[in-house]
């Protein structure tokens, strides 16, 4: 009965009416937003851009994974003293804070690979903070459809990242 089209509609606007559901899916999709930004520019900006050799990028990606790996490990030890909504504040701060860097670093710095990798590090510990909990965040406010509110989610980041990909191709400079 899931699959049927009303059952579908009708979980969708239960889904959809949670202020807090919609909360943190517009931080996670923010949050997608900007990562798929990098990853789909990065590699013109860092190998035509700074003359980076195509096979050294993948250290830039290993930069962002290890920046992933210490922010799922934070989360994991800061929701029990800061809480789920308590983390989800620090990672906020933290992706504001990234994003300030990097501005920062591109009107101040040379420009070279160092002066954007760094703040994006910051950028994926941030994310790797709040990813989960979003998710974590939106299967907990309609426990009886938090299946309905992951893939609610998840969607939205993916039509998001089609937007930014699709802006990012026609705007790159």
Do not use: E, K, W
């Not at 190998?47 to 922010?71: E, K, Q, S, T, W």
């Not at 789920?84 to 690979?113: D, F, H, Y």
């Amino acid at each position: 009965t899931s699959l049927h089209p009303q059952a579908f509609l009708d979980g969708t606007r239960v889904v959809g009416r949670d202020r807090a559901f919609r909360a943190f899916t517009a931080l996670g999709c923010a949050s997608f937003a900007g990562l798929f930004a990098f990853l789909a520019a990065s590699p013109r900006v860092m190998i035509d851009g700074f003359g980076m050799a195509p096979d050294r990028y993948g250290y830039v990606y290993a930069v962002a994974v290890i920046g992933l790996i210490l922010g799922n490990l934070f989360c994991r030890y800061g929701l029990t003293h800061r809480g789920l909504v308590g983390m989800v504040r620090i990672a906020a701060v933290l992706s504001l804070c990234s994003g300030m860097l990097l501005l920062a670093a591109v009107a101040i710095l040379p420009r070279n690979v160092l002066a954007v990798t760094a703040p994006f590090c910051l950028y994926m510990v941030a994310h790797g903070v709040l990813m989960p909990c979003v998710y974590a965040g939106v299967a907990a406010r309609v426990p009886d459809r938090a299946g309905m509110a992951v893939a609610m989610l998840g969607a939205l980041q993916m039509v998001l990242a089609f937007v930014v990909g699709q802006v990012l191709g026609t705007v790159y400079d």
